[in-house]
């Protein structure tokens, strides 16, 4: 494909909107130096730091990018990418799902689609479904801040955005949509989305027949071995129902797969190395379609889920569990606590929050380094549905035990030179979301500074503050606020929370079984060769010592 050209009127208007931007802050316009207003439709663009964000990057450098990149498309990867390209040059929109497990190169593919089109002048928005895959992206934003897609989603929501707001305009003049990790958001914020589109896109020369997302281009991509959306004490059935697989959108979806394995063409392996990430690779997948042979250890169970783990993956218990994991993820530790480059490729991952806890303080206690500890202040929301004496019936010494997914615990102990992760999306642009990783290098008393160790910003120093966050469980009658710095030790993490990472050791500690879809083979998949994996199942019965259970939901299959 021969590079696209840009128009000399829209080189003008684009360096033109640059210098107003430049002008703006220092409370100085074009006119005040003579100079020609963009024409066309920049210059209602210049008020909407939405559209001018979406418009400041270097096309040249993006096309020199895109050319790169398009040269070293596979087959594969080439077929989505031209029907993508070839639906927005024709503007007939459409809906497209890339289906690949980890190393085919959606990203890439993502990257390169995203490179021609802004090269071109046009406005593509990334997003993901979690934060650590929207920072892969360039220029990505979680779809819930990006799209307004509300918490609390159910089949008639909307996304708040209003008609002639920024956002709207931003939308309308959207030419894509990429969307990462779909399988793991609920369909509702989907079918929101697509009522909010088809709401702002209707008009003059809207003729009445429904369009999926209001005829924009959307590209979905993912992997539904993964976890699927979570559905609080949701049934099986449940979960399938809420993927976006079961929604109406999906008939107008076109699925393109990618199964070339883009590891096995790295520079530098030899045959044997070829030869053992292609098994790897393969076992991978076998557990994550639930191809492994499994057993049934119990009459009661209605299928054999019982896979036996590879002799040379398995941590055999010698000291204690917790110590042996420890040792077999973090040797070294005693002289490596402080180098970033060992911290951030390695990790344990395991089932539950609380295990998680037990984990990172084990770890922190190791760290030769200073403690410091931050107490939140914890109180009842004072909306429509509290009441007067809420506070008698939770004091504060009550609501400091609560602990709530997403949030820190009321005691949040921290080290210089610790790994934590960021809980809640604080700057995306500069790599503070959801799910970012950071070591710390100053304690404050009322800020915590730390550098980034994932995702786009690697590297860059960050300040923390301490922020309110919300919290509501069903089993309690008010919404909690936790004033805390929005940070939880990442020594350890969840197998849901490690989802998007990339690791070279990992540790999968295993307490107790995997409870749902996809969390083994999530868990398994965050490393790129069987070398720098290590497994811990804590069985109480010896015919389990080297059994784990895999939940696969083979009907989530059906429609791929």
């Known amino acids: 494909m021969a590079p696209s050209t840009i128009s000399p009127s829209h080189v003008r208007d684009q360096v033109l909107v640059e210098i107003q931007a430049v002008f703006s802050k220092n409370g100085a316009t074009l006119a005040d130096y003579n100079l020609p207003v963009p024409t066309h439709t920049l210059i209602e663009q210049l008020g909407n730091t939405l559209?001018?964000?979406e418009i400041a990057y270097d096309i040249h450098e993006l096309l020199l990018s895109a050319v790169n990149m398009e040269d070293q498309l596979n087959p594969e990867q080439k077929k989505i990418y031209d029907a993508v390209l070839t639906a927005i040059n024709t503007d007939k929109g459409g809906l497209f799902f890339l289906y690949g497990h980890g190393g085919t190169g959606k990203t890439f593919v993502y990257k390169a689609i995203i490179s021609r089109l802004r090269s071109t002048g046009k406005i593509v928005l990334a997003v993901a479904s979690s934060g650590i895959a929207s920072l892969l992206l360039p220029g990505g934003r979680t779809a819930h801040s990006r799209f307004k897609i509300p918490i609390d989603i159910h089949d008639q929501s909307t996304c708040h955005v209003k008609k002639g707001t920024h956002l709207a305009d931003l939308l309308e003049q959207t030419s894509l949509i990429v969307w990462d990790e779909a399988p793991m958001a609920h369909r509702n914020c989907f079918e929101a989305l697509d009522?909010?589109?088809?709401?702002i896109i209707s008009g003059d020369e809207f003729d009445g027949a429904y369009k999926p997302f209001g005829g924009k281009s959307v590209l979905l991509g993912g992997d539904f071995r993964q976890i699927l959306p979570v559905v609080p004490k949701g049934s099986r059935s449940g979960t399938i129902h809420a993927s976006i697989a079961r929604s109406y959108l999906w008939k107008h979806c076109k699925i393109f797969y990618l199964k070339q394995n883009m590891r096995l063409n790295a520079a530098g392996l030899n045959d044997e190395e070829i030869s053992e990430l292609a098994m790897f690779s393969k076992w991978l997948l076998n557990v994550g379609e639930g191809k492994i042979e499994a057993i049934a250890m119990h009459e009661e169970e209605e299928s054999p889920t019982w896979i036996k783990i590879p002799d040379n993956l398995r941590v055999d218990p010698n000291e204690g569990d917790i110590q042996d994991i420890t040792s077999a993820v973090y040797d070294g530790l005693s002289s490596?606590?402080?180098?970033?480059?060992?911290?951030?490729?390695?990790?344990?991952?395991?089932?539950t929050n609380a295990v998680v806890d037990e984990l990172n303080a084990h770890i922190l206690s190791l760290i030769p380094t200073e403690l410091k500890t931050y107490l939140s202040f914890d109180s009842i929301s004072n909306d429509d549905s509290a009441s007067a004496d809420m506070d008698v019936l939770y004091p504060t010494e009550f609501l400091n035990s609560l602990t709530f997914n997403g949030l820190p615990n009321h005691q949040l102990q921290l080290k210089v030179q610790s790994p934590v992760m960021l809980l809640r999306n604080i700057n995306q642009s500069i790599g503070l979301c959801n799910g970012t990783r950071l070591i710390i290098s100053r304690l404050g008393d009322r800020v915590?500074?730390?550098?980034?160790i994932s995702g786009s910003h690697i590297g860059s120093r960050v300040y923390i503050p301490r922020i309110i966050m919300s919290a509501k469980e069903s089993k309690w009658p008010f919404v909690m606020k936790r004033r805390q710095f929005p940070l939880r030790l990442s020594y350890a993490m969840t197998i849901n929370k490690s989802q998007g990472q990339t690791l070279e050791k990992v540790g999968l500690y295993l307490p107790k079984p995997i409870f749902c879809h996809g969390q083994l083979y999530v868990a398994l998949s965050r490393v790129t060769t069987y070398k720098g994996l290590r497994i811990l199942i804590k069985n109480q019965e010896d015919e389990q010592k080297f059994y784990t259970k895999n939940i696969v939901y083979n009907e989530i299959f059906d429609e791929l």
Do not use: F, P, W
């Open 448 to 452: 915590v500074e730390a550098t980034i």
């Open 195 to 199: 009522r909010s589109l088809n709401d």
């Open 51 to 53: 559209l001018r964000e």
């Open 336 to 351: 490596m606590y402080s180098n970033a480059e060992y911290l951030k490729q390695r990790a344990i991952i395991t089932g």
